[in-house]
Every structure is written in structure tokens, then in C-alpha cells.
């Protein structure tokens, strides 16, 4: 039985070399995604119950826009559509 060789990496050498890497790939994207001026999007399956309490706590800022919004039922969807009449609504 041999002694592994020096030059071979051991787990705690490749553990820190590869967060090392992912930190440099990663930097850029975050960076970049980091837009203030751009709006949110939101999409809202569910118009009722907890949909609409997501929804309704999501309106009030000012960086929201609604894509859509989607309920099986569309006489659920009363309430977004006084919230907000201009996004589309879709049944599903």
C-alpha cells in the first residue's frame, strides 16, 4: 500500500477551490440582475382566499405589475378585476 501522491487534491483543497469558482461565475448574474429600475411581474393563480391576500398586499407597490391573472372560476375573479381591470384574466 502506497502514500497518495502530494500533487492529488485532497476534499478540503477541492471544496474551497470550487466555491471559489462558483463565487466568480456567479458574481456577474448578480450584478447584472440587480436592476432598480425595472418592475416586478406577477402572475396570480388564484383569485380568491390566499391568492387574493397575496395579490392585494403585492399592489401596493409601486414597482408591481400584474401580468395576469387565473382562476377556474371566473366569477372569482371580480375583485382583481376592480383592482386591477387592465391585466388579462385567463381560466384554467
Known sequence: MSLP????????????NTAIAGIG???????RGRN????????SVG????GWADTFAMSSHSKVEFAGFCDIDLNRTARV???RPDAPIFQD
Open 36 to 43: 432598480l429600475n425595472s418592475k416586478l411581474q406577477l402572475a
Open 5 to 16: 501522491d502530494s500533487s492529488c487534491v485532497n476534499r478540503r483543497a477541492f471544496l474551497k
Open 25 to 31: 461565475i456567479a458574481a456577474p448574474a448578480v450584478v
Open 81 to 83: 378585476k376592480k383592482l
Open 47 to 50: 383569485t380568491e382566499g390566499r
